[in-house]
């Protein structure tokens, strides 16, 4: 009885010690919270300074629909294959026009016959968020199954690919291509930057794919040009999101934005949820870089 009195004693001081307190930045919370007030959807945010491990969380373990953003999964899970020997950058395949699939992407204006390589294939599916080469990696990734047993192994129990994917159709229905919280993608991208993914050498790779993104107007456009990023954004009509991870001189910062159920269904560049993603990125470059002022 004696000892469970001193676990809980030492649980008790343990949470209210200035240690753990230190870990939420309350202050940018606050200010998260302000600028997300009068939001017309659902949203959660996620941020993390990788220097002082403080972070915030907003409904940042809420399941999310993550649109293309599921393609940081799929990309791990290629180069699952691809340290196992299964795949490799500079195989050849060939593009039929029965892959045609719409959407974003530029594969789908191939010629049929056209003579391809799986390390142009990621990188359009990574860059231009293409959906032909990003259901044909899927597929070579093992498909869903594979790819989700990959984010369980990664502890990101709640990334999972419900396209294409046995047993998943009620879900899918629910959430589409795939479905992941803010902090479980922020913490893959993370975890691609510290070289924890597949192998140090593989997630080096990973990484400069994801940061030559043409898709830039949205959190990137935040942030000066001369920093390095990796990101990937996401967008269906009830949702849209991005995760993103800077190399900032002060010190690298992780957070992902994901939306759902959002009002303003529009596909131009003034829809509610993309601008208000450029506020946080704008508020959290400022917020973290005092010294190197950031207003485009």
Not at 13 to 33: G, M, T
Not at 188 to 201: D, E, F, Q, T, W
Request: contains cysteine.
């Amino acid at each position: 009885m004696r000892t469970k009195f001193l676990f809980l004693l030492l649980g008790i001081l343990l949470f209210s010690s200035p240690i753990y307190a230190q870990k939420v930045d309350k202050k940018l919370e606050n200010k998260l919270k302000t600028l997300i007030q009068n939001f017309h959807g659902d949203i959660g945010i996620y941020v993390k300074n990788l220097k002082t491990q403080k972070e915030v969380l907003i409904h940042a373990d809420s399941v999310f629909p993550t649109a293309s953003i599921i393609k940081v999964p799929i990309l791990a899970a290629v180069f699952d294959k691809i340290e196992k020997g299964a795949l490799q950058l500079d195989q050849k395949f060939i593009y039929r026009s029965s892959q045609q699939y719409g959407g974003s992407g530029l594969m789908q204006f191939f010629k049929d016959s056209t003579e391809t390589d799986l390390a142009t294939m990621i990188g359009l599916m990574i860059s231009y968020s293409d959906n032909v080469t990003s259901i044909w990696n899927q597929q070579l990734a093992g498909g869903g199954v594979v790819i989700n047993e990959l984010m369980d192994q990664l502890g990101l129990v709640n990334t999972k690919v419900n396209s294409r994917t046995e047993g998943r159709k009620e879900i899918w229905e629910k959430y589409g291509w795939g479905q992941t919280t803010p902090k479980e993608m922020a913490t893959l991208v993370a975890l691609i930057y510290k070289g924890k993914v597949v192998s140090p050498k593989a997630s080096e790779k990973m990484y400069r794919y994801l940061g030559n993104m043409f898709y830039n107007e949205r959190s990137l456009s935040q942030i000066p040009a001369t920093i390095k990023t990796a990101s990937k954004t996401g967008s269906v009509d009830d949702a849209r999101g991005e995760v993103v991870l800077v190399n900032a001189p002060s010190a690298d910062y992780v957070f992902c934005v994901l939306t759902n159920h959002i009002q303003d269904q529009s596909w131009t560049k003034t829809n509610e949820a993309e601008e208000l993603t450029r506020k946080i990125s704008h508020l959290l470059w400022n917020y973290f870089e005092p010294k190197h002022q950031y207003n485009p």
